[in-house]
């Protein structure tokens, strides 16, 4: 009885990192309802350096975790006779998981770069416009 219940506790382990890595495959950036609304409302300058500095954060959080189950995964393969046989799925799992945040942490900078380019387009045609405001009016 316990090999067919190991068994499939095996089978549903592998169904699941499967999944976990499936879905870090095509990593998002961190989408909080906060920067959600923020990102949508942007309009100026300032409000998508705002949001670059929201996404940045949340990547930070997210190196910081990656940072911190990395240590947890050194302890699972160096303590792993504590775990018995829960050892590999335990490694296997906090491997899949670093995946996930490296991946999101990448996607989550990518998105701030984009409201980096964002502002700085804003601010050139503002640049811009206001140069040429003065040339069209001594025209007249």
Same mark, same amino acid.
């Given at each position: 009885m ?26 998002q950036p ?11 409302? *942007? ?6 350096? /705002? ?5 940045e954060?949340a @990547? %930070?959080?997210? &190196? +910081? ?6 240590e ?14 829960r ?23 990518q *998105? ?6 964002m /502002? ?7 640049? @811009? %416009?206001?140069? &040429? +405001?003065?040339?069209a009016?001594?025209?007249?």
């Amino acid at each position: 009885m316990k090999t067919k219940s190991g068994n499939l506790f095996t089978a549903l382990m592998i169904a699941l990192l499967v999944s976990v890595s499936a879905s870090a495959t095509a990593a998002q950036p961190i989408d909080t309802p906060e920067i959600r609304a923020a990102a949508e409302n *942007a309009t100026t300058q300032s409000d998508h350096e /705002a949001v670059a500095r929201q996404y940045e954060d949340a @990547a %930070s959080a997210l &190196q +910081a975790k990656v940072e911190e189950k990395k240590e947890l995964l050194e302890h699972y393969e160096d303590k792993s006779y504590i775990y018995g046989r829960r050892a590999q799925d335990l490694q296997s799992h906090t491997h899949a998981l670093i995946l996930h945040y490296e991946k999101t942490a990448r996607a989550t900078m990518q *998105a701030a770069a984009l409201h980096r380019r964002m /502002a700085a387009r804003l601010n050139e045609n503002h640049a @811009a %416009s206001s140069t &040429q +405001a003065p040339n069209a009016v001594s025209g007249l």
